[in-house]
């Protein structure tokens, strides 16, 4: 056969043929992207319940916590919060080789649904610096957030995260890598040092600094940029943030010491944004009884103290909310527990891989859930992620733990 | 039992059969003398009676350099007979006892508890004595430590500098405090007197005059820190493994005893070593002074003033000396030597500085422990089994 007689030569058939399997293998991930075609179905809105999750961390063991009512640091959870819901007792990190017991880890395990062991970011990304001890971790697999967001119009300032202002590390979780959700479903993190980098960008732009002040916080937010490399330098959170940030500013003023601070700065950035921003799934990422590894064990118990009337504030602020009292589950569970090594004057590190730093449980609490519930059997953290997938309405297909039953009975 | 020997500790002399069952003698004394020091240091109150044992073994170090540097040793006899001939001198022929008097004494309690008195009484002076210079740095350290951690958790911006500069403080006192404290210990072991260690010209001047002896001495202070801090720290990797989780409170609260008497067959030596070597250290720079005439012999106590008299090293010698080794020294007397080597001896010091924070950042003693007792500079306190262990077998026993 003489191809150069055909009119439709073999380069030109293949050429075709691929450029078209190509296009109808791409439709529907440009669809499920939402490129703004108009082609794209609008999502629906969001009736569900909210959904706020307490990351009651950074690292607290059954001991200090759940095991025993008569010692227990966080009294309000176990003795007031536990009747009304269905209690995991036994929730459990899985002993998964190399996989390590830590706040970045367990924060995406509860988010993802999913056990991975991560590394740096700097390992794969050539433009970043290698930091001692750094742990910005990017998933590959999407977040409840990503999920909630693909699948509802929920604006990104109602996907709210609020971070600890020495977790600078965990301030990436807004957004996974994966090619089908991303940055386009990203939530929105709430922490100092997101106040601190619009704060800064305002007050350069205003002129109003005096030479030095203005190196000063230049220098400074260059540093905070640098850090937030998964973010547009100079990008805006949006409009809904820049008004949030801005009461901020007027209420607590620019100095930076009139606003509460640690874990305490949590519940009130988590307060405010029930008031302004109004979010649909919010997770708080306390951290404070963290600061036991080398140090006080009363840093660790008073942090289990401030973590449970940070919790007490919240469940009120949403009971005294007409449009939050009944429509509002709160999930409550530890990144992960700690070690319990009996040679150690401080035994409560939590990165070498023992059972107690294993051990941690989870609570499910409000309208529709059942109350008083003890299941007394093995379950894991990254269940959390396919649980509240289920409590909203959203199925996070990654996920490789089953929902929580219970929660649903 | 009498325990006086006139053996060292673990010296092994080569005798002939005749002598053999004094030989086995002495070593069984020489082992039992071990044990006992090992055993005190497991204990916070037997710790001070190793202190005052100690002193008692640096005074009779410092009377042995002196012997070495006198016309009587190469008469072919021995210190111990020396020490015998010499009335005055007789305790110190043999190494000290723990408990037992003075052999001469037959019967009484003097007899039964005098060394025991007088190792508590000698301990908690010396001890009280290191403490009024180390001290001090050690609670500025326990105090950074707290500060700084307050300040992490109470998130105090306002504070942030209290404990990063106290800790500088206490690292500065602690350098000024190691350039006097080892030989003011042997000063007041010399003489038996706590109030001579605060001869603060005395000590100085005998600081001066021995520089490089001072770098060693840092040297080997820090050197057999090192095994000490890491012996202190090691337990925090046995506890994390299955081994650990496997044990009742009762197991590992022994398994932890046992280790901690094993780590003091390294610390307990350790800390005899450094004394001795402090303790000739001390006599050189006084020989060499005295014979120099910039101490005089009224400064020193009756005891040095009747040894250095008996031993004729009294008489001043001549000055001539050309070997590198003596125009090293004389260098290290000029201004510019001797802040070169006060330079070198505060980075020795620095350097256990690091040592002490690194041991204590990977492993929090309880009350600071780590920070305020460095075992072989103040209270030779070996044992650091936690006390909740001791609490928990307790409660377990309780039940």
Redo the contacts between chains.
């Keep these: 056969m003489n191809s150069e007689s055909s009119p439709l030569d073999r380069r030109t058939f293949l050429r075709t043929t691929a450029l078209g399997a190509v296009a109808l293998a791409g439709a529907p991930r440009m669809l499920a992207r939402g490129l703004g075609t108009g082609l794209t179905p609008p999502l629906p809105e969001y009736h569900g319940p909210n959904v706020i999750l307490i990351r009651f961390g950074g690292g607290v063991r059954r001991r200090e916590s759940i095991a025993d009512p008569a010692n227990t640091w966080c009294p309000y959870l176990l003795k007031e919060l536990v009747p009304r819901g269905v209690f995991y007792p036994r929730m459990e990190i899985d002993q998964l080789r190399d996989l390590n017991t830590s706040h970045g880890e367990g924060t995406l395990n509860l988010i993802t649904g999913k056990y991975v062991k991560y590394e740096d970011a700097a390992k794969h990304r050539a433009d970043l610096e290698k930091h001692l001890l750094a742990a910005r971790f990017e998933s590959a697999v999407p977040t409840i957030f990503e999920y909630l967001r693909g699948a509802f119009n929920v604006p990104d300032h109602q996907a709210i995260m609020i971070n600890g202002?020495?977790r600078p590390d965990e301030e990436y979780y807004d957004f996974s890598n994966h090619h089908l959700f991303g940055v386009r479903f990203r939530s929105q993190t709430l922490s100092l040092r997101k106040y601190k980098t619009w704060l800064y960008r305002n007050q350069l732009g205003e002129g109003k600094l005096t030479a030095d002040e203005r190196k000063a916080k230049a220098k400074e937010l260059a540093k905070f940029e640098a850090n937030d490399f998964r973010t547009k330098p100079g990008e805006s959170p949006g409009a809904a943030l820049e008004s949030f940030w801005q009461d901020w500013r007027e209420h607590y003023g620019d100095n930076?010491?009139v606003n509460p601070?640690?874990d305490q700065?949590l519940t009130a950035l988590a307060l405010r944004s029930l008031k302004e921003l109004r979010p649909k799934l919010m997770m708080v990422s306390y951290q404070?009884c963290d600061?036991v590894h080398?140090?006080?064990l009363s840093?660790y118990t008073?942090?289990i103290r401030l973590m449970d009337e940070g919790i007490r504030q919240l469940v009120a602020a949403v009971e005294a909310d007409p449009e939050y009292r009944d429509n509002t589950v709160f999930v409550i569970a530890p990144d992960c527990g700690r070690?319990d090594?009996?040679?150690?004057?401080?035994?409560c590190q939590h990165h070498?891989?023992?059972?107690p730093a294993h051990e941690i449980f989870a609570l499910v609490f409000g309208p529709g859930i059942a109350r008083g519930q003890i299941v007394d059997k093995l379950t894991q953290q990254i269940s959390v992620a396919a649980t509240i997938g289920k409590l909203m309405g959203f199925t996070p297909k990654f996920a490789e733990a089953p929902v929580l039953g219970e929660v649903f009975a | 039992l009498n325990t006086e020997s006139s053996s060292p500790l673990v010296t092994a002399p080569v005798v002939p059969r005749s002598e053999l069952a004094p030989t086995l003698r002495r070593w069984f004394v020489a082992a039992l003398k071990l044990l006992v020091g090992l055993t005190l240091t497991q204990f916070f109150l037997g710790s001070f009676l190793v202190v005052g044992w100690t002193q008692r073994v640096m005074r009779r170090a410092t009377l042995e350099a002196w012997w070495r540097r006198s016309g009587h040793v190469r008469t072919g006899g021995t210190f111990a007979e020396f020490c015998q001939a010499e009335g005055s001198m007789r305790e110190f022929g043999q190494w000290p006892n723990w408990f037992l008097g003075p052999v001469a004494l037959t019967v009484g309690w003097r007899r039964l508890f005098g060394s025991l008195l007088a190792n508590w009484k000698l301990g908690l002076l010396s001890a009280f004595n290191t403490a009024v210079f180390t001290l001090p740095a050690g609670l500025l350290w326990t105090f950074a430590w707290y500060a700084g951690w307050q300040n992490s958790f109470h998130k105090g911006y306002e504070h942030h500098l209290v404990g990063p500069l106290t800790f500088g403080f206490g690292v500065v006192l602690f350098v000024l405090g190691m350039f006097y404290v080892p030989l003011a210990q042997a000063r007041q072991a010399s003489t038996g007197d706590w109030r001579a260690f605060y001869q603060f010209g005395l000590v100085a001047k005998l600081i001066r005059r021995s520089w490089l002896a001072s770098a060693g001495l840092a040297v080997l202070t820090a050197g057999l820190m090192f095994p000490v801090i890491f012996f202190k720290t090691l337990p925090f990797v046995f506890g994390y493994g299955d081994w650990a989780a496997s044990k009742t409170p009762a197991e590992l609260l022994t398994a932890s005893s046992q280790y901690f008497f094993l780590t003091a067959l390294w610390g307990f030596p350790a800390y005899v070593i450094l004394r001795r070597v402090a303790a000739r250290v001390y006599a050189h720079a006084v020989l060499m002074c005295v014979q120099r005439g910039s101490v005089g012999e009224d400064e020193l106590s009756d005891q040095e003033w009747a040894a250095l008299h008996q031993l004729d090293l009294i008489a001043p010698r001549s000055r001539r000396t050309w070997h590198w080794s003596v125009k090293l020294l004389a260098w290290l007397g000029t201004r510019t030597g001797q802040l070169a080597a006060g330079g070198a001896i505060a980075l020795i010091w620095l350097v256990l500085t690091v040592q002490i924070f690194l041991g204590e950042f990977l492993k929090y003693t309880e009350g600071g422990r780590g920070w305020w007792n460095q075992p072989l500079i103040q209270l030779p306190w070996l044992d650091y089994t936690p006390t909740h262990l001791q609490q928990a077998v307790k409660v377990s026993r309780d039940r």
């Design positions: 202002e020495d930076g010491f601070r640690g700065l404070d600061y080398w140090g006080y840093h008073n942090g070690d090594n009996p040679f150690m004057a401080v035994p070498f891989n023992t059972r």
